[in-house]
């Protein structure tokens, strides 16, 4: 089962990539706005992440279980960056406010994973 969850893992980057790189390219962009691969990044990590997450509960990976209460601020700013990113794929540009939203959301939801961390050992 690890390998499906580091293949889940590296879909989740690619997730992050599509989301964080779509926000980075309209960084000197005066119209900016949401695209649509925000959402598809969006969606992606937040399928895999719950993927994720439910390999770890199951105790398929073991010795290594979620942190339910990361996980749950983790997928609440996940569910707020997916629904942002709905609701602006369908606006005219510019966006700038839902734009950024969903940039500070994303390197949050990052930092989170990076310094707080969703597994307990």
């Known amino acids: 089962m690890s390998v499906v969850y580091n293949l889940l893992l590296f879909l989740h980057f690619v997730g992050l990539a599509l989301l964080l790189g779509a926000f980075l390219l309209q960084v000197r962009d ?3 706005t949401v695209t649509r691969w925000m959402w598809d990044g969006a969606l ?6 719950i993927l994720m997450v439910g390999i770890l509960s ?3 990976i073991e010795g290594e279980s979620p942190n339910n ?4 601020v ?3 700013i996940a569910l707020v960056i ?3 990113a709905f609701i602006g794929k369908r606006r ?3 966006q700038v406010g839902l734009w950024a939203t ?5 390197v949050l939801n990052m930092l989170i994973a990076i310094f707080v961390g969703i597994v307990v050992s």
């Open 30 to 32: 005066p119209q900016k």
């Open 44 to 49: 992606t990590q937040l399928v895999t992440g």
């Open 58 to 60: 199951m105790g398929m």
């Open 69 to 72: 209460a990361i996980v749950g």
């Open 74 to 76: 983790k997928l609440l």
């Open 82 to 84: 997916a629904v942002i």
């Open 92 to 94: 005219p540009a510019p």
């Open 102 to 106: 969903i940039g500070i959301l994303t």
